[in-house]
């Protein structure tokens, strides 16, 4: 029972006992009022009717005294009278029946008044005439007993249900903060630390809401000081403390992360001997603050050409990842990157397209970071022998479609589905159970098997992310592919479907009409958290709203707060796979440390992937992770 029902109840009962009181005595002083005023009556009626009876009784006129008897008796308010004459020994008696007009028989037959008797001998000097004897008649007690407690029946439910109206309302307002304070525990137990709740007035209420408020405060803290670690640790494994930029490390481990997902771009490798000329000028502080200067000029003019990671990997050399870009864009990337090295080497004082050197790597089909990484120094090298601003290295690789084949082709798939799939186990820590399998598809054209590495890149460029999202969970549930297992299933969403306002609708429709909606999984990127905070909290509340899951794709792969957990809530997230190829030294595994605290302080599951050997797996056994995938456990097709 609820505090609220609890005080209720006892209200409740404290003013029935108090009505049953005032009812109590209202009706006893009522009782013991009608019951004086009756005896003071028939005293009266008594003295009275015998003086008037003397003459009759005298001259034995019978008749008289019958009529003046029968004038008093037909009131009504007398039982009844007995006139007995001495002198024969003659009695008359009038009686009237105990029967009351509105009132029940019920109430008569409890019997709330004795009878009342008078009896005076009637004399005339010294010589006793007759004996009268008169009863009261109850009738007219009853009645207003009757009528006094109906009255106070009806004022009394009167008042109750005012009372109830008002102590519900009453309640309502001085229990408030409880509820207020009930709302604000479950966005605690599941780590959503809002403001702080208005202090009520009433002091007991009071104390407890202070209370609450320091307990949401400390944990809030708590969470905070997890991500300003988190956030810590980064800079001092993953940034280059000169430039600000991230380090040779932070530049493997995305590489790795990056060729494992289905992306196209390039790689390109810079070294910049003009600022060793700096450095001989001007001394260190000066070729520092250049860095710095040139790091922040080339962040701000190259973010708005397309994405890209720009790291500093040694003192005078940079590596430029263009994650998501054709031929001609990232031509147009390493142009705004030339303009803008030249510029600051003009301000250096030194001369343009001299000094520098860039080699450019473009990502072909498979690739191993070794094999980008080798094309790219060779681009880099070649462009410094030859004394040339940059260099693409020539890959043999023809391209397998051209950019319209590529949207026919897609748009061919997406209608009439003809998409084949692989699935991944994400594996428990500790036990051979499977805690849901990642679907991933591949195209088969012309009889040729296409991987979706080499078409998700085309259909990001070419805007059919919601087409082939929809067409794949579609299929999930046309295949019947849920029913087959009963691990959830976990499907990557592409950047087109986070911003589609109409493939939320569409999602929303579907997953009310799935039976298995339960068992379907979405992961996100983190990435699009960051670039479309709003667009995801609405996709995520459609996911969550109907019963579906969640997850953060790439977690930890973004400089920034991880704050936005709590908004979320997503039910687990995917540790980025660079996590798996960063060193085994002590700072690495704090940071990876970190980032599990901060998600598992909320209550999300950690998945570790990128795993591809035990040894992997034994790193972050310690960490307490709860699940982990890899080509240790590689995709196998669903027939």
């Known amino acids: 029972m609820t505090l609220f029902r609890q005080i209720y109840t006892l209200l409740f009962a404290l003013f029935l006992l108090v009505v049953a009181s005032l009812g109590y005595v209202q009706f006893t002083e009522t009782q013991n009022f009608l019951t004086k005023q009756m005896e003071s009556d028939l005293n009266n009626t008594s003295h009275s009717l015998g003086i008037m009876l003397v003459p009759d009784l005298e001259a034995g006129d019978i008749v008289g005294a019958e009529t003046l008897i029968n004038v008093i008796f037909e009131g009504g308010y007398y039982q009844q009278v007995k006139l007995t ?3 024969d020994g003659k009695q008359q008696v009038w009686q009237n029946p105990v029967t009351i007009e509105g009132v029940p028989q019920w109430f008569i037959d409890l019997g709330l008044f004795k009878t009342i008797k008078r009896e005076s001998t009637i004399t005339s000097g010294w010589i006793q005439l007759a004996r009268l004897e008169i009863t009261a008649h109850p009738g007219f007690g009853y009645h207003e007993l009757w009528r006094t407690m ?24 001085i229990l408030k903060p409880l509820h207020e304070i009930a709302e604000h525990a479950k966005e605690v137990a599941n780590r959503k630390f809002g403001p702080d709740m208005k202090v009520p007035k009433t002091v007991e209420l009071k ?18 000081s997890l991500d300003e670690e988190v956030g810590e640790l980064r800079k001092k494994n993953l940034v280059d403390q000169v430039s600000g930029l991230p380090n040779r490390q932070y530049m493997m481990g995305h590489l790795n992360s990056w060729l494992s997902e289905p992306k196209s771009g390039a790689l390109m490798m810079a070294k910049f001997d003009w600022l060793e000329e700096v450095h001989s000028k001007y001394g260190y502080q000066v ?52 303009r803008t090295i030249n510029q600051e080497v003009s301000k250096a004082g ?20 070794t094999d980008i990484l080798a094309q790219a120094d060779n681009a880099l090298q070649k462009s410094i022998q030859d004394n040339n601003v940059f260099h693409w290295f020539e890959s043999n690789e023809k391209q397998l479609f051209t950019r319209e084949q590529w949207r026919e082709h897609l748009s061919t798939a997406i209608t009439d589905g003809e998409f084949k799939f692989k699935w991944q186990p994400i594996l428990l820590n500790g036990a051979n159970s499977i805690l849901q399998r990642e679907l991933y598809c591949q195209l088969s054209i012309h009889g040729k098997m296409v991987q979706a590495g080499q078409f998700m890149p085309y259909v990001e460029l070419l805007s059919l992310g919601a087409l082939l999202d929809k067409c794949l969970i579609e299929s999930i549930h046309n295949k019947k592919l849920l029913e087959r297992n009963f ?4 499907v990557n969403l592409t950047f087109q479907s986070m911003g589609d306002p109409e493939f939320h609708q569409w999602l929303n429709k579907f997953l009310r009409s799935s039976p298995l909606r339960e068992r379907i999984c979405f992961d996100i990127p983190e990435a699009a958290v960051y670039s479309a905070p709003e667009s995801c909290e609405a996709l995520c509340a459609v996911i969550r709203d109907n019963g579906s899951h969640f997850g953060i794709d790439h977690f930890g792969r973004q400089f920034g707060s991880m704050s936005y957990l709590q908004n979320l809530r997503p039910s687990y997230v995917k540790l980025d796979q660079s996590f798996a190829y960063y060193d085994e030294s002590e700072h690495s595994s704090e940071l990876c440390r970190a980032l599990i605290n901060v998600a598992k302080g909320l209550d999300i599951e950690v998945i570790v992937t990128g795993i591809e050997e035990n040894e992997q797996l034994k790193r972050f056994v310690p960490l307490k992770t709860n699940a982990y995938m890899g080509y240790i456990s590689p995709p196998t097709p669903v027939e």
């Open 350 to 369: 030194c001369k343009p397209n001299e000094h520098f050197a860039i080699g450019i790597a473009e990502r072909t089909g498979q690739m191993s970071v």
């Open 85 to 87: 004459w001495l002198v």
């Open 207 to 224: 104390s407890v809401v202070l209370a609450f408020n320091s307990m949401s405060d400390q944990l809030k803290q708590i969470f905070n």
């Open 287 to 338: 070729r520092d603050e250049t860095i710095k200067l040139l790091a922040d000029k080339m962040q701000q003019h190259l973010d708005g050409v397309t994405t890209s990671v720009i790291a500093r990997i040694s003192a005078y050399e940079f590596a430029f990842l263009v994650t998501n870009s054709e031929h001609e864009q990232t031509s147009k990337y390493l142009q705004t990157l030339i």
């Open 150 to 173: 109906t009255n106070a029946i009806t004022v009394f439910s009167i008042l109750f249900l005012i009372a109830i109206i008002f102590a519900r309302l009453g309640l309502t307002w």
């Open 487 to 490: 691990e959830p299933i976990a």
